[in-house]
């Protein structure tokens, strides 16, 4: 009977257990189904965020920084492809990259990093983006894509390269490591400079290739380039003959500005000292400081063709009048004011030409302030040039309420007053065109500008007549002579302020423009501090300005004015026969 009853219920358990188990599984089927609709139908957003999380990048296009060119289309400044290394350290640690001493030995030896210090950079599993060098060349790049090791990669960029080195370095400027400007052109015109790199949206599979192509994000906007109205030629004349006197007068510093009288542009813009900006190990902000329109000093006797400008303006004198110097010394305000000796009764030209103190107080002392200071403004001292350059000065013409004696007749013959070489070179290409001030600029531009006449040319004329004769015999600027060429200038010579009164420091200054008979360039040489027994004006910056001047004329194929027929008769007849004759 109990083996019969124990038969029974076998059946019976196994049925219910059937049960049992079909019901668990019809049951996770319909909580699978339920959980799928509800992922794919009901809220399928998520798992699709995460889906594009892993999948969807963005692809930024390669952009190329716009290039820098002198006025005949010389590249000062350009880009050249280079690689950044940079490192995965989750990809190394978890594919044991680091136990591959040798490779990373070999990676340290070729980038000049101590093999510990790149181990260090990458100890942290977490990260997934850490650069190891930036901007290293084309064929060590490829070295180290053959070493093939894990979690290393490259990554394409941009160096610039300035072709010129030291000779623009102050002008143009220079980028940082991420291609954006931080001094000179660089930095004045960086927006214009750079490129915008347009986006797109892509999907990528796990090893990083491109799959699907899903449009643009933003569109891209290519770099524009800069042409600037420096003659190359010039600006490396001019600077190696700059840096020749500023090393041979052991000078602080020295800056060289000429302009196109007739269009205001900038042909040469040089400083010393000077750094290689292709080289940021020697770069120093004290030398990367473009001197010649950050920089300012008392112009000393170059103010004064301004200041009998002034004179010949307001009815004081006239261009033929003699002026009375005698005894050679006066006393202002308890202060002495005197020439080197007595020069008597002389004229105005006789004035500039022995660069007299005594002739200008006469005329200063007859003017009022008001007078003196328009126009000073309006030869472009103390006020913006407009060109947009970095750190550039206004410079300082003081604006008192009551003015004595002797602070007019300091200011005429230019203490007190404060000028950068920019400033002074525009005055002087005013004084060269007849009175007509054009608006000054360092980017070429595409239409001739309109000049403003702002001094009456007959005055002018007058004035460039008069400083034709301080180059002569007499004149204290012999050295600036140019054979063939007529010149007109002035020296100026300025002690150094300090507090409490002047130093023992000067500043040696000549500015002029050539050919006289049809004034085609304006130029300042500045030479700060000169050492040594020579330190006039007319020593250390004269010798300059003649150099690079008859260069420029020679380069721009101007004619002389000087030369006789009988000379460029034979000058035409040593042209035809040749440099083999």
Request: proline share 5%; net charge positive; aromatic share 6%.
């Amino acid at each position: 009977m109990k083996r019969r009853n124990a038969t029974k219920k076998e059946p019976m358990l196994l049925g219910w257990r059937f049960l049992t188990v079909c019901g668990v599984i019809l049951f996770a089927f319909v909580a699978l189904f339920a959980r799928a609709a509800w992922i794919q139908v009901v809220s399928p957003d998520r798992l699709r965020m995460e889906g594009d999380l892993r999948s969807l990048r963005t692809a930024v296009s390669s952009t190329t920084r716009g290039m820098i060119m002198d006025r005949n289309g010389e590249e000062l400044a350009v880009s050249v492809p280079v690689q950044a290394v940079w490192a995965d350290p989750k990809q190394i640690h978890e594919e044991m990259s680091l136990r591959k001493e040798q490779a990373w030995q070999a990676l340290a030896e070729v980038l000049g990093v101590p093999r510990e210090t790149l181990l260090a950079r990458v100890q942290d599993p977490k990260r997934r983006f850490v650069y190891l060098q930036r901007q290293v060349t084309p064929a060590v790049a490829e070295y180290i894509r053959k070493l093939r090791l894990p979690g290393v990669h490259l990554r394409p960029e941009e160096r610039r390269f300035y072709p010129t080195g030291e000779i623009n370095a102050h002008l143009v400027g220079m980028t940082n490591i991420d291609g954006a400007g931080i001094e000179g052109i660089e930095r004045a015109f960086n927006e214009w400079l750079t490129a915008q790199p347009g986006e797109r949206r892509v999907r990528k599979d796990r090893t990083g290739r491109v799959v699907e192509d899903l449009g643009v994000v933003s569109e891209g906007r290519e770099a524009n380039h800069i042409q600037l109205t420096i003659d190359q030629r010039i600006q490396a004349l001019a600077y190696r003959s700059l840096k020749r006197a500023s090393e041979f007068h052991r000078a602080t510093s020295a800056s060289l500005v000429m302009l196109d009288v007739k269009t205001g542009e900038v042909l040469a813009m040089v400083n010393t000292p000077s750094f290689n900006p292709n080289n940021r190990g020697q770069y120093q902000s004290f030398r990367a400081r473009n001197r010649a329109v950050t920089d300012t000093y008392e112009p000393g006797s170059t103010l004064k063709p301004l200041i009998v400008v002034s004179a010949l303006e307001n009815g004081i004198i006239r261009a033929d009048s003699i002026i009375d110097t005698n005894p050679g010394w006066v006393r202002l305000g308890g202060k002495r004011v005197s020439d080197t000796r007595n020069l008597g009764a002389i004229s105005v030209e006789t004035v500039l030409q022995r660069s007299s103190n005594m002739g200008m107080v006469r005329m200063a002392l007859q003017e009022t302030p008001e007078q003196l200071l328009d126009t000073l403004y309006r030869f472009g001292l103390g006020i913006d040039s407009g060109m947009g350059l970095v750190g550039e000065s206004t410079g300082m013409v003081p604006q008192r309420r009551r003015w004595s004696d002797i602070e007019k007749a300091t200011l005429s013959f230019g203490y007190g007053v404060t000028v950068t070489p920019l400033q002074l070179a525009q005055a002087y290409a005013v004084l060269a065109n007849g009175g007509v001030r054009y608006p000054l600029t360092i980017v070429k531009r595409s239409q001739p500008p309109a000049g403003e006449q702002v001094i009456p040319r007959q005055h002018a004329d007058d004035v460039l007549k008069m400083m034709e004769s301080v180059i002569g015999p007499g004149g204290t600027a012999r050295q600036a002579a140019i054979p063939g060429y007529r010149v007109a200038g002035k020296t100026g010579t300025s002690r150094k302020a300090i507090a409490g009164g002047y130093g023992s420091d000067y500043v040696g200054v000549f500015a002029g423009m050539a050919p006289v008979s049809n004034p085609r360039l304006a130029m300042v040489v500045v030479i700060n501090e000169p050492q040594g027994d020579e330190y006039y004006g007319g020593q250390v910056a004269a010798p300059v300005f003649a150099e690079v001047m008859s260069g420029a004329l020679q380069l721009l194929n101007i004619r002389p004015d000087a030369a006789t027929e009988e000379q460029f008769q034979l000058a035409g007849q040593e042209a035809k026969r040749g440099p083999h004759t």
